[in-house]
């Protein structure tokens, strides 16, 4: 539970940090450089420690982890944190777990009850909420940042399926800093096609550096933790969390509001949180 709470407070936060540097640096290098650091961190940390990574048996595992995992749905927030209010952002993650449990269902023989089905109807009723309600733009870009919420939440989902198919005899250190190197890697030739329009200042620096440190190399150690004590979709019931603690940072730091419709919303994501493979 302490486990959770802490990836709960550290991935809320991590919105904040992308609502103040995509619009500087642009959601490729945002991304770029948050997989980067925490890759290259943890690389770092276990070739002190003398941990190993089994690059041989393990690089396919790590590089569609880390592509599916993170460097997709990372991108899709990054994109999303320019057109739609991070407490938003957050509110729409929640619905990774249901996703999870319905692709599970598909890939995994996983009985999909009427419970299941009532919370995946849930989780679509509060996205409408949000989407509808909530005192946003309704632009093409806002609803583009909307959509691109709602895909990497598939990603997330598709993810805890490839994990429990293919990667739980993995170590989770292993797979927290395999994945991350291995999404940094991908992105190299993207930031050198897409570099920010500006040389970032120190500030900006330090920023991204404790954004890809404390939000992906810390929190990917506390996932596959979790991943490996409770199993990928129970640990999916973080981004249930999250919106508490999303909010809360969008108010404190970002001065954002936090609407009713966006409550609703999250309250209509979060009520069915026994929707989730057992």
């Not at 982890?65 to 944190?81: C, D, Q, R, T």
């Not at 320019?82 to 449990?101: D, E, K």
Request: proline share 5%; hydrophobic share 60%.
């Amino acid at each position: 539970l302490a486990a959770l709470l802490a990836l709960a407070a550290i991935w809320g936060g991590s919105f904040i940090f992308m609502r103040f540097l995509s619009p500087l640096l642009g959601p490729v290098a945002t991304t770029g450089a948050r997989v980067l650091i925490a890759g290259l961190v943890l690389w770092t940390v276990f070739a002190a420690t003398g941990f190993k990574l089994e690059w041989r048996r393990n690089w396919k595992r790590y590089l569609v982890l880390g592509v599916l995992n993170s460097g997709i749905p990372f991108l899709l927030y990054a994109f999303a944190a320019l057109h739609i209010p991070a407490s938003l952002s957050v509110v729409l993650n929640a619905l990774a777990p249901m996703f999870g449990a319905l692709f599970s269902a598909v890939w995994l023989a996983d009985r999909l009850t009427w419970r299941k089905l009532a919370g995946l109807a849930l989780g679509i009723l509060g996205v409408t909420l949000v989407s509808s309600l909530d005192r946003v733009s309704s632009s093409p870009l806002a609803l583009a940042g909307v959509a691109a919420c709602v895909l990497a939440t598939v990603c997330y989902g598709l993810s805890t399926v490839y994990i429990r198919k293919r990667a739980m005899d993995v170590k989770p250190r292993a797979l927290a800093g395999g994945s991350q190197l291995m999404a940094g890697l991908v992105f190299l030739p993207l930031m050198a096609a897409l570099p920010p329009r500006a040389a970032p200042g120190a500030v900006v620096l330090a920023v991204e550096l404790a954004f890809g440190v404390l939000c992906t190399a810390l929190a990917f150690l506390l996932y596959y933790r979790l991943v490996a004590r409770v199993g990928p979709t129970r640990t999916l019931l973080v981004t249930l969390l999250m919106p508490a603690f999303g909010m809360f940072w969008g108010f404190l730091i970002l001065g954002e509001h936090i609407t009713w419709a966006r409550l609703l919303g999250a309250a209509a994501v979060a009520t069915p949180r026994h929707v989730r493979l057992r």
